[in-house]
């Protein structure tokens, strides 16, 4: 693992990055710059916090969460990859890959004076190794300006095509789930992961009084934003390189049977995920690369 020390000399940047020794341990990058700040965790190549200059803060995290090696974090922003949800061909492997349960390396940082970045990279490793027989590269630029810019860019380095799916799976902190709508998602195409995947049509706004679990699909021109009276903020969030929009609250039975979720946390968060999910797959020729990115926007209300 990178040590602290060396992660401050070869990354840190007077005012802007520094890094420092989280939970569990591991190293985080705290960014801080005129339009806010965000703390990065070294495991996982996850967002842990985000918070706008003169906002509160926009990411939940679990009072339960875990920071354990072979463990995901609850809350922030995971990445799922290089597949959402269940294997495509093997229940045993666990659910959303791996690349969330591993340590990533920092490899690069900056600040312009505007925005400031850190990005971080995950090759195969021994664990990977077990789930994924295909050479890849990952590389994740989290990038604080006037938005919160986060993207996943996957190379493929092995010798013949490999399809992936992915998400950037944020948690977002909201006053009362039972108050807040989600915007922008009117009369899209939803497939319902909590009615065997049949496919239905948003009527309006989504709003919640049961768990939701719902893949959006071709969201590439749309925005979804998560209107909160209570804190007189809407969260919009976009993509790019991303063609579905997962929307999930566990509420109360689910909440109740994860480990690393307050019975009652349910009611403080909301995901919207920018995702390539089921038939927004990606399949990658050797050496391509795609990118999936969230770009994450507050405005007061
Ligand atoms: C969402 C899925 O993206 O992630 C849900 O749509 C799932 O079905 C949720 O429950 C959390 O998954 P996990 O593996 O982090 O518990």
């Keep these: 693992m990178q040590s602290i020390a060396s992660l401050n000399e070869q990354y840190g940047i007077d005012n802007r990055i520094r890094f420092q020794a989280g939970p569990g341990q591991f190293p985080m990058a705290g960014l801080a710059n005129q339009f806010g700040s965000a703390v990065v965790s070294v495991y996982g190549g996850h967002v842990l916090t985000y918070q706008p200059t003169d906002h509160a803060p926009v990411l939940w995290v679990s009072d339960q969460a875990q920071y354990e090696q072979g463990k995901a974090i609850r809350g922030g922003i995971p990445v799922i990859w290089p597949w959402f949800g269940a294997h495509p061909t093997d229940a045993n492997k666990p659910t959303h890959g791996f690349a969330r349960k591993q340590l990533w390396e920092v490899v690069g940082s900056r600040s312009d004076g505007i925005t400031t970045a850190v990005t971080l990279a995950l090759a195969p490793t021994p664990f990977s190794a077990e789930m994924w027989s295909h050479p890849f590269q990952l590389e994740l630029t989290v990038t604080l300006g006037a938005v919160l810019d986060v993207a996943l860019k996957a190379i ?72 909160d009276p209570s804190l007189q903020r809407a969260i919009r969030v976009s993509g790019r390189g991303s063609n579905s929009t997962v929307i999930w609250n566990p509420w109360t039975d689910k909440a109740a049977r994860m480990a690393d979720f307050g019975n009652d946390e349910f009611r403080q968060m909301v995901c919207v995920e920018t995702a390539n999910a089921d038939a927004d797959a990606v399949t990658l020729d050797p050496e391509a690369s795609h990118e999936l990115a969230t770009i994450i926007e507050v405005e007061p209300l």
């Design 156 to 227: 493929n380095l092995d010798d013949n095509p490999v399809t992936l799916s992915a998400a950037l799976h944020s948690y977002f902190t909201v006053s009362d789930i039972g108050q807040v709508l989600i915007a922008g998602l009117d009369g899209a195409r939803y497939l319902d992961q909590l009615d065997g995947m049949v496919e239905k049509t948003q009527d309006g706004p989504v709003m919640f009084s049961a768990e939701v679990d719902r893949i959006y699909l071709d969201t590439v021109n749309r925005s979804a934003e998560i209107v």
